[in-house]
């Protein structure tokens, strides 16, 4: 999905291909089209379009699928407000 982008590169999502057993769920879930289903096991084809909402960890059955929901980019974009481009980091998140 084009039109909603994350930023670059941040996004905690990680797939574990050999605990994918190709149910098709994350394809089915992800608002984003994220994940492709490609010979019977998914392939994250648009990791930058995650937007770190959880829906397909949640609904994989084998817990394939890792990200840590949240704040992340929404956090690193109100630090930039804050402190200022060179100051902000995605690793320091302080609030919930
Ligand atoms: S939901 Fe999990 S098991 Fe199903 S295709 Fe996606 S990664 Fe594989
Ligand atoms: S966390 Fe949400 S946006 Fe990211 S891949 Fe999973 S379902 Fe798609």
């Not at 084009?2 to 797939?15: A, H, I, M, Q």
């Not at 769920?25 to 990791?47: T, Y």
């Amino acid at each position: 999905m084009e039109k909603f982008r994350y930023l670059p590169g941040v996004s905690t999502l990680e797939l574990d291909v050999q605990a994918c057993v190709g149910c098709g769920m994350c394809e089915i879930v992800c608002p984003h089209g994220v994940f492709l289903l490609e010979n019977s096991k998914a392939k994250i084809c648009d990791l930058d379009g995650c937007m770190e909402c959880g829906a397909c960890a949640k609904n994989c059955p084998t817990s394939a699928i890792r990200v840590t929901p949240g704040v992340g980019c929404a956090n690193y974009i109100i630090q930039t407000w804050i402190k200022g481009k060179d100051a902000a980091s995605c690793d320091s998140v302080e609030c919930c």
